[in-house]
């Protein structure tokens, strides 16, 4: 199996974008890409503008090779409802449009599904639900929070399988802080895992200390269940301390001979968090 970031945090934009190429299919897990459009009081450097283009343009080109495109909910940085074609003729998954949503993504989702009418020979809601093709077996989580609370509203995880690997991929739980969030990956057991880690940038304003120690735990819990790579970055690349944070994590794995890395280290790409040096970069290369 082949795990392939195409967008991220780590990589200069907001996302989770991931071609997933296993013996008999090939998966792309949301195709979308954004930025923050305010940091430090400050709209996106014209840097972190070619960067989301160049992401998109690899979203796109990546989206051609896809058999089933997954979309875990309906943020823009996890779709690009302005490109439904990219969903012509594939398999597409998606979080459930009317149940376990809040308001604005349910508004979100009833605008995407209008755009999608007709472009995939086969949309289903994936909440709670498994699908074979050939070899591989597509895993979904119940709807969990997007977050530590219903606000955001849900998403879905994902467990990618074949020959014998696994993958996991969280979309965005800010951590994991919850018990449902974490239970699905300790059920499936993945060797590689991608996790929406906690959202440390806001910690004390909408992020607690209480849930990010409750991340900690939790993903050394997912270490210890065997986990070999884990892949922590989105809302926790935002953070210029994000190894501190969770340092007992990194700790714990090196003891275990396992590795914690960046989307970005993962692709073997240099880190690249624009955003959360939006500020430098203004000062250093002003418009």
Known sequence: MEVLPLAADSMGTRSMAT???????????????AL????????????????????????????GE???????HYHYDHHMPDVPEIFKGKVALIKH???NINRSQRGRAAYFLGLLEGLPRRLEA???????FGRTRLAFSKAVYHG???RLGYVIEVCVECGGEKFAFTSDVEGPALEDQ???ILAERPELVYVDGPMTYMLGFR???????????????????????????????RDLAYRERIGPVYEFARERGAEVLTAAEFAGKPIEMLEAHRKELYEQRPP
């Open 97 to 99: 449009p009317t149940e």
């Open 207 to 237: 992020y607690s200390a209480r849930s990010l120690q409750a991340s900690v735990e939790n993903l050394i819990r997912v270490l210890e269940a065997g986990t070999q790579t884990l892949v922590v970055d989105h809302h926790f690349l």
């Open 126 to 132: 994936a909440d709670g639900r498994e699908f074979k």
């Open 182 to 184: 974490v239970e699905f």
């Open 19 to 33: 071609l997933v190429r296993t013996d008999d299919l090939v998966v792309l897990i949301d195709p979308g890409v």
């Open 66 to 72: 896809a058999d089933v495109l997954i979309v875990t």
């Open 148 to 150: 530590t609370g219903p």
């Open 36 to 63: 923050a459009p305010r940091r430090y009081g400050l709209p996106p450097h014209p840097l972190e503008f070619l960067r989301m283009e160049e992401h998109r343009e690899a979203i796109i080109q990546a989206s």
